[in-house]
């Protein structure tokens, strides 16, 4: 993007709310006239390969992502067949977004993330050939496949992570960095190590809380991101690795007290936006100015996702006439 062009807008939901009405989801988001919608994959949740290929065949128009699945908990040449049949049902529109996967996506399974930079590597060679029908270590083609072809335009693959590592990466061999996840404050190394190599797409997107009530549902469910993100993103905002981990244990037991309490105002504000969508919106344009992505969007976690879609594109309006009258 140039000048104070407003990028491409979009929400990230967890796939927790019942399946038809996260399809139902995708449709509202379109006739709002946002451009993306990104499904998580944190674990055993509804399946977002199901959701975005149904919501594929009910709109015309947004990009469907995964934000984002992992390359432990299924094997990338399956994961790359299951985002290249909906690339194919959406005529093109889907993306694959992957990352090396947290605590919160694999202590379900039992799983860690081990040699996280060589699985990435391996993820990404996977599924072009894949998607190419050629052999690549670790895979070799069957006599029937999917391939971009069949879909019109190459499946694009965006990398999501906090490290110096995979951002690099993604800016060697991906076709974007999906930047989420994390404080606002992170975003400056973030997008410059995701630009390192070659200016590759940027879709950020912040958490987001527009009322008392979603605030105090995201409260303790930041501690997951304190979890794994890096010790200096904890030294930043005062915490202590220990204290977290507790946190995180009492959170996993059933008790999100402790969660709550390390999570206060002052760490909270720090890791989302937080305010009516006239405030967000703000926000958003100043991180459009610092940042330049391709895509800008919201982190929705609140238990009305309709609602919070709705709060989005008010606040992404607000955001495209600050922008326009720069």
Same mark, same amino acid.
Request: net charge negative; glycine share 8%.
């Given at each position: 993007m140039s000048g104070d062009t407003?990028?491409?807008?979009?929400?990230?939901?967890?796939?927790?709310?019942?399946?038809?009405?996260?399809v139902d989801l995708a449709r509202h988001v379109e006739d709002l006239g946002l451009d993306e919608l990104w499904v998580g994959d944190e674990g055993p949740a509804r399946d977002p390969f199901a959701v975005l290929a149904a919501a594929a065949v009910i709109t015309d128009r947004i990009r469907l992502a995964t934000g984002i699945t992992n390359p432990y908990v299924r094997h990338p040449g399956v994961t790359a067949a299951s985002m290249l049949t909906i690339h194919e049902l959406s005529g093109g529109r889907?993306?694959?977004?992957?990352?090396?996967?947290?605590?919160?996506?694999?202590?379900?399974? @039992? %799983?860690?993330?081990?040699? =996280?930079?060589? +699985?990435?590597?391996e993820f !990404? $060679?996977?599924?072009?050939?894949? &998607? #190419?029908?050629?052999?690549?270590?670790g895979y070799s083609p069957p006599d029937v496949a999917i391939t971009e072809a069949a879909a019109g335009a190459p499946l694009p693959v965006f990398v999501g992570a906090r490290g110096p590592r995979l951002n690099r990466l993604a800016s060697q061999r991906a076709d974007g960095a999906f930047v989420s996840g994390m404080p606002p404050f992170r975003?400056?190394?973030?997008?410059?190590?995701?630009?390192?190599?070659?200016?590759?797409?940027?879709?950020?997107?912040?958490?987001?809380?527009?009322?008392?009530?979603?605030?105090?549902?995201?409260?303790?469910?930041?501690?997951? @991101? %304190?979890?794994?993100?890096? =010790?200096?993103? +904890?030294?930043?905002?005062? !915490? $202590?690795?220990?204290?977290?981990? &507790? #946190?995180?244990?009492?959170?996993?037991?059933?008790?999100?007290e402790p969660a709550r309490r390390l999570v206060d105002d002052t760490v909270l504000e720090r890791m989302m936006l937080v305010?009516?969508?006239?405030?967000?919106?703000?926000?958003?344009?100043?991180?459009?100015?610092?940042h330049r992505p391709t895509s800008i969007g919201l982190a929705l976690l609140q238990d009305d996702l309709r609602d919070g879609v709705d709060h989005a594109a008010e606040a992404f309006a607000a955001m495209t006439a600050e922008l326009g009258g720069s």
């Open positions: 407003a990028p491409a807008v979009g929400v990230w939901v967890f796939p927790e709310a019942p399946a038809p009405e996260l889907a993306v694959l977004g992957v990352g090396a996967g947290g605590q919160l996506s694999l202590s379900p399974f @039992g %799983l860690e993330a081990s040699r =996280p930079l060589h +699985r990435m590597s !990404l $060679d996977i599924t072009r050939a894949v &998607a #190419a029908h050629e052999p690549a270590a975003y400056p190394a973030v997008v410059s190590w995701a630009r390192s190599v070659r200016p590759i797409d940027i879709a950020l997107y912040p958490s987001v809380a527009f009322t008392e009530k979603a605030v105090e549902r995201h409260r303790p469910e930041m501690i997951w @991101g %304190l979890l794994d993100t890096p =010790p200096e993103v +904890r030294d930043e905002l005062g !915490l $202590d690795l220990a204290a977290v981990q &507790a #946190a995180a244990k009492a959170s996993r037991d059933g008790d999100p305010g009516e969508p006239p405030v967000v919106g703000s926000r958003l344009a100043e991180l459009v100015r610092q």
